[in-house]
């Protein structure tokens, strides 16, 4: 499983970029990143790890926790 910040900044995206990509919002982004989105729905992770060209599964796990 990758960090999310550590994957977005691979691909050279902002969070702002990632949000405008996934059509997430970026303060969604945001508390993914700080471990804060217990509650996030699994098309948001597919938007999200989409945008990236990732798996979920590589984002957040196959349990769907991000990593920190």
């Known amino acids: 499983m990758m960090n999310l910040k550590v994957a977005r900044v691979i ?3 902002t ?3 990632l949000a405008e990509k996934s059509g997430v919002c ?5 508390r993914l990143e700080q471990n ?3 509650n996030i ?3 948001t992770k597919n938007k999200i790890a ?3 060209n990732f798996t ?11 990593e920190s």
Do not use: H, M, P
Request: proline content about 0%; aromatic content about 6%; cysteine-free.
């Open 56 to 66: 979920v599964d590589e984002l957040f796990g196959k349990d769907g926790e991000v």
């Open 41 to 43: 729905k699994n098309d």
């Open 50 to 52: 989409d945008a990236l």
């Open 36 to 38: 804060k989105g217990e």
């Open 15 to 17: 969070q702002e970029r």
């Open 11 to 13: 691909k050279g995206f």
């Open 26 to 30: 970026r303060t969604i982004i945001s």
